[in-house]
């Protein structure tokens, strides 16, 4: 019972002293970064999904031939 209380009182002092990620103070920085970011995952997306339409086509004409 004792090693309970002494773990919880360790983890909470651990979880006390450990600070939550702060905001960068440049926040049109890191919008600007972001919205590149999700333009490339748009990008990457649209990428994939023809990649994959043509495999799934060239599989077919494998496939019939």
Do not use: H
Not at 16 to 27: G, K, S, T, V, Y
């Amino acid at each position: 019972m004792i090693w309970l209380f002494l773990g919880l009182l360790l983890g909470y002092g651990m979880g006390a002293n450990r600070q939550a990620q702060r905001l960068p103070d440049d926040l049109e920085k890191c919008n600007v970064e972001r919205s590149q970011q999700e333009i490339d995952i748009a990008y990457y997306k649209k990428l994939t999904k023809d990649l994959v339409d043509d495999n799934t086509e060239l599989r077919r004409k494998i496939n019939d031939a």
